[in-house]
């Protein structure tokens, strides 16, 4: 069992910046592949970024890229998203999960075991 909890979502101007985290515990973190996910209000859950067990592989989602960035530190049992440029657009619920994965980074919701509980992201335009 692995448990996800993410922190730094907040109210933001569009243009602005805000640092997501999200902490891991209860296995060894560097077995798990990362991903960010959101979902808006009456809209699908959608990928955002993925990120390999090592870090040495990302995929961003084509409406992020060059504004996002993802990383994880293995130490600290942790993974970032720093979103720049904010975009109203990018209103959501944010959310991490892990999936205990090979080499790969995974883009498909289906394909990851564990969750956190969201942290909401409000763009103001």
């Known amino acids: 069992q692995v448990q996800l909890v993410e922190s730094g979502g907040g109210l933001v101007q569009a243009g602005g910046s805000l640092r997501l985290s999200c902490a891991a515990s209860g296995r060894t973190f560097s077995n798990y592949a990362m991903g960010w996910f959101r979902q808006a209000p009456r809209k699908e859950r959608e990928f955002v970024v993925g990120?390999?067990?090592?870090?040495?592989?990302?995929n961003y989602a084509d409406s992020v890229k060059g504004r996002f960035t993802i990383s994880r530190d293995n130490a600290k049992n942790t993974v970032y998203l720093q979103m720049n440029s904010l975009k109203f657009e990018d209103t959501a619920v944010y959310y991490c999960?892990?999936?205990?994965?090979?080499?790969?980074?995974?883009?498909?919701?289906?394909?990851?075991?564990?969750w956190g509980q969201g942290t909401q992201v409000t763009v103001s335009s």
């Open positions: 990120i390999s067990r090592t870090g040495g592989r990302i």
């Open positions: 999960a892990a999936a205990m994965a090979g080499v790969g980074v995974l883009t498909s919701a289906r394909e990851y075991d564990y």
